[in-house]
Structure formats: C-alpha cells, structure tokens
C-alpha cells in the first residue's frame, strides 16, 4: 500500500500532511493550541496615500487598506476585540487572544495616538501577543523606542509588506518605496527590536512579473531570515486602479495552476523554520472580480498539498544558507 501524504512527508517542522510551516502548528507549538487573531481598524492611513511619498496608495488596495475584514473602524479598540471575538469564537474553540493591527500602515502616526491603541488592547483577556501591520518606511526612531517597549510586554510580530523585491515593480503598482529603502527599515527594525517576530508579505501575479521575478523575490526574502512569510495571491477588487486594467483586459491574472506551481518553488527556497502564515488570500467576495478560484480555499491548499507531494517537494529543499 502506497504511503499517505502524511506518512511520507520528509518535512520536519509538521505533524501533518503539510509539507511546509504552517501557521497553525506555529501556534500549537508556541501556545499549545489555537488562537484567535482578531483584525482591528485604527483609522491610520499610508504615506503613499496622503501624499508622503504618493497618492492613491497601491493599484491593487481596496479603500479599506486590506482590512476589509476589520469591525468598523469607529469602534473602539476594546469593541473591535470583542465584535471579532464574538464572530470567530463560534467558529474556533478558542480563547487565547491575538490582536491584528491590519488595515493601512498601523504605525503611521503620533505614536502617542499608537501607544494608547496599542496598550487598550494589551489589556483585553487572554491577549498572547500583537500583530501590528505596517510599511517598512513607518519606522522612526521614536516608534521603534515603542515597538521595543510593547516586545518587552508581549509576544510581538511585526508585519511588513514587501510585495516584490523588484523595484521596477515597485514603481508599477504605485508602491512608493525601493527595495533598498525596505531593506533599511527592515534592518532598522530588527536591530532596534530583537525581541519582535518579523513577517514579511509577498504578492504573487502581480503586473508585469513572471515566474522568474517571484522566484528572486523568494530568494531576497530568504536572505533576510525572517521569523514568518505571508504568501498572497493578487485579487483584483473593483473600485481599483488594478480593476480598470483588468476590464480594459491590460492584466490577466494567474490561473491556478500557475499559482500553485510558482508558490510551491517558492517555498522550496524559503527557510525550512521560516512560518509560512499564509499561501493564498482572502479577497472580499462582494468586492472580487478576479480570480475566482481564490474562493474556492479548501481546494487551492489541497492543490498545493498534492502538487508538493507528487513532485516530492517541501519547504527549504531548494534553500541554502550558503548562498545567504
């Protein structure tokens, strides 16, 4: 009898059929079970909206800066926690608390206005840690100072969106940062907050790329070592710079299998201890015109499953801390 994924699955870092770090044995292994990540809205903005370094923010940005999913932002942070806990509390047999700072460049502000949102939810039960989502370049010194404290307080991971490594993409999407200047926030952050876990997003699809750029864009990431990856997959949201290129039909997302091949490589050449928090993206249905496979979920993981397992792939088997 031939093996199941399962039994056979050389990875360590898994005790199931996955063939890479997921997030859910991140947290069993770290907090001995699931917890409930909870997005919040604190109204921040982004540089490359209010005109800091652009306006309009990304092509592909949904007017609520990827929390879409967030309770209405004119809660307060306290409201916001218990709404979400509420909803997802049904769902996950959970009561371990992690607060998600995700909509917009959440440390884009007076950090005495961060310090106060940040602290509200410190103080919610059962809170384990802090996600705080940001931009590489909203990291002055005196909000480092903070991100310092809070790391002293708890268990926090810093997100930052990178997108691509590539700064001719950079430029395409209206990104408003080089890679260079990514890179000396990231560097910044880590040297002033050794404490903190770092997670960096990466899209794939987007305008202009092909495989080849998503893969460099693994491999810049891998030499950065950081604690969690997040893997998305391009939608397109209507209200979108990026919506009116693809009715115009100037972008063509990827197909699936396109998705699940380069996404698979790209785990091959990231850390084997990297978590891998996300392979794919939640677009908001009522929003999405493209691609509509991404609503199927449960069908695009098992798709990655099978092809990493019929191609005798795992995270890190391309990866070499030699070449970094």
Not at 12 to 40: E, F, Q, V, W
Request: proline share 5%; with cysteine.
């Amino acid at each position: 009898m031939r093996p199941t994924q399962k039994q056979s699955n050389p990875f360590a870092n898994s005790d199931t059929n996955k063939r890479y770090y997921t997030y859910d044995y991140y947290l069993r292994r770290t907090y001995g079970g699931k917890c409930l990540k909870l997005p919040l809205d604190i109204g921040c903005t982004c540089p490359n909206i209010d005109g800091r370094c652009g306006v309009g923010g990304c092509i592909y940005c949904s007017g609520r800066g990827s929390g879409d999913f967030a309770p209405s932002v004119h809660l307060s942070v306290t409201e916001q926690l218990e709404a979400g806990k509420k909803m997802l509390h049904a769902k996950w047999n959970a009561d371990r608390i992690i607060p998600y700072f995700q909509a917009h460049s959440n440390t884009y502000a007076d950090v005495g206005f961060l310090r106060e949102k940040f602290d509200e939810a410190l103080r919610f039960p059962n809170v384990v840690g802090i996600h705080i989502a940001t931009r590489a370049d909203c990291l002055p010194p005196d909000v480092l100072t903070l991100l310092a404290e809070i790391s002293e307080k708890t268990l926090l991971t810093v997100e930052l969106g990178l997108q691509s490594a590539s700064d001719v993409t950079a430029q395409r999407i209206n990104r408003g940062h080089t890679y260079a200047e990514f890179l000396s926030g990231y560097r910044a952050l880590r040297n002033a907050v050794s404490n903190a876990r770092i997670c960096v997003h990466i899209i794939n699809g987007l305008p202009g790329e092909r495989e080849k750029d998503m893969l460099a864009t693994a491999d810049a990431v891998a030499t950065l070592r950081p604690e969690v990856v997040k893997i998305h997959l391009l939608h397109i949201l209507r209200g979108t710079p990026l919506a009116e290129d693809y009715l115009r039909g100037e972008y063509v997302p990827l197909s699936l299998e396109d998705y699940i091949a380069v996404t698979a490589a790209q785990l091959t050449r990231l850390p084997p201890d990297t978590v891998i928090a996300r392979v794919t993206g939640d677009g908001d249905r009522d929003a999405l015109l493209a691609p509509l496979w991404s609503l199927r979920k449960r069908e695009v993981l098992a798709a990655l499953d099978r092809f990493l397992f019929d191609n005798d792939l795992w995270q890190g088997k391309a990866y070499s801390s030699n070449n970094c």
